[in-house]
Nanobody
Framework: QVQLIESGGGLVQTGGSLRLSCAAS????????MGWFRQAPGKEREFVAA????????YYVDSVKGRFTISRDNAKNTVYLQMDSLKPTDTAVYYC?????????????????WGQGTQVTVSS
């Protein structure tokens, strides 16, 4: 069982930065692959980024490549999403998620555990 709590969302202007954090409970955090998803009003939940259990491999949706960076600190049971050069189209509720199996990172139904989400709003 893993419990995930996101933080770091807020209101920022176009071009600004935010860093999201996702703190996980449990002693087995380092065995989980972690992902960030987002959901804008009226839209389906969308894959944003993922990182494997060791932090050696990262994956991004094309729309955030070069602007967002996912990282993790297994000693702190935390995964991060550094978001730079933010755009109004990045406005959404951002969720972190955990999965233990080597299944496709981009599919939300492969993740067993989810946080409650944190709102990110980018003003134009």
């Amino acid at each position: 069982q893993v419990q995930l709590i996101e933080s770091g969302g807020g209101l920022v202007q176009t071009g600004g930065s935010l860093r999201l954090s996702c703190a996980a409970s449990g002693r087995t955090f380092s065995s989980y692959n972690m992902g960030w998803f987002r959901q804008a009003p009226g839209k389906e939940r969308e894959f944003v980024a993922a990182i494997n259990w060791s932090g050696d491999n990262t994956y991004y949706v094309d729309s955030v490549k070069g602007r967002f960076t996912i990282s993790r600190d297994n000693a702190k049971n935390t995964v991060y999403l550094q978001m730079d050069s933010l755009k109004p189209t990045d406005t959404a509720v951002y969720y972190c998620a955990a999965k233990s199996r080597s299944t496709a990172y981009i599919r939300s139904d492969n993740y067993a555990y989810w946080g409650q989400g944190t709102q990110v709003t980018v003003s134009s």
